[in-house]
Nanobody, 134 residues
Framework: QVQLVESGGGSVQAGGSLRLSCEAS????????MGWFRQSPGKEREAVAS????????YYADSVMGRFTISQDSAKDTLYLQMNSLKPEDTAMYYC???????????????????????????WGHGTQVTVSS
């Protein structure tokens, strides 16, 4: 079965960096929309970045544009989120997600919208906590 396992979270000071990893297993990795979401207490879960794993097209939320980079290593079936210039407001639980079924058309922006609209259907990891102190 599909499994997504996140790692790499931790506590850093503002301005610092972290790299999150999401190791995927149980399916053929390439060809799905995947993304990173985050949720902090009292707030709705939000998508921060997405990628078409078949073509590597990416898309970012405005709040992280220029600071976060989503990437992948298909040989390792692993998705990454490089987070630079971290801010206290980036503090949240970060989740890796995969669309339930392969979309007929994918690019980064389409994946972002699809993953956001289909949160109840996506496959999810258990999350990794990121805490940024000022």
């Amino acid at each position: 079965q599909v499994q997504l396992v996140e790692s790499g979270g931790g506590s850093v000071q503002a301005g610092g960096s972290l790299r999150l990893s999401c190791e995927a297993s149980g399916y053929t990795y390439s060809g799905y929309c995947m993304g990173w979401f985050r949720q902090s207490p009292g707030k709705e879960r939000e998508a921060v970045a997405s990628i078409d794993t078949g073509g590597s097209s990416t898309y970012y939320a405005d709040s992280v544009m220029g600071r976060f980079t989503i990437s992948q290593d298909s040989a390792k079936d692993t998705l990454y989120l490089q987070m630079n210039s971290l801010k206290p407001e980036d503090t949240a639980m970060y989740y890796c997600a995969r669309e339930r079924t392969r979309s007929a058309f994918r690019d980064g922006a389409t994946c972002y919208g699809h993953l956001t609209r289909s949160q109840g259907l996506n496959f999810w990891g258990h999350g990794t906590q990121v805490t940024v102190s000022s």
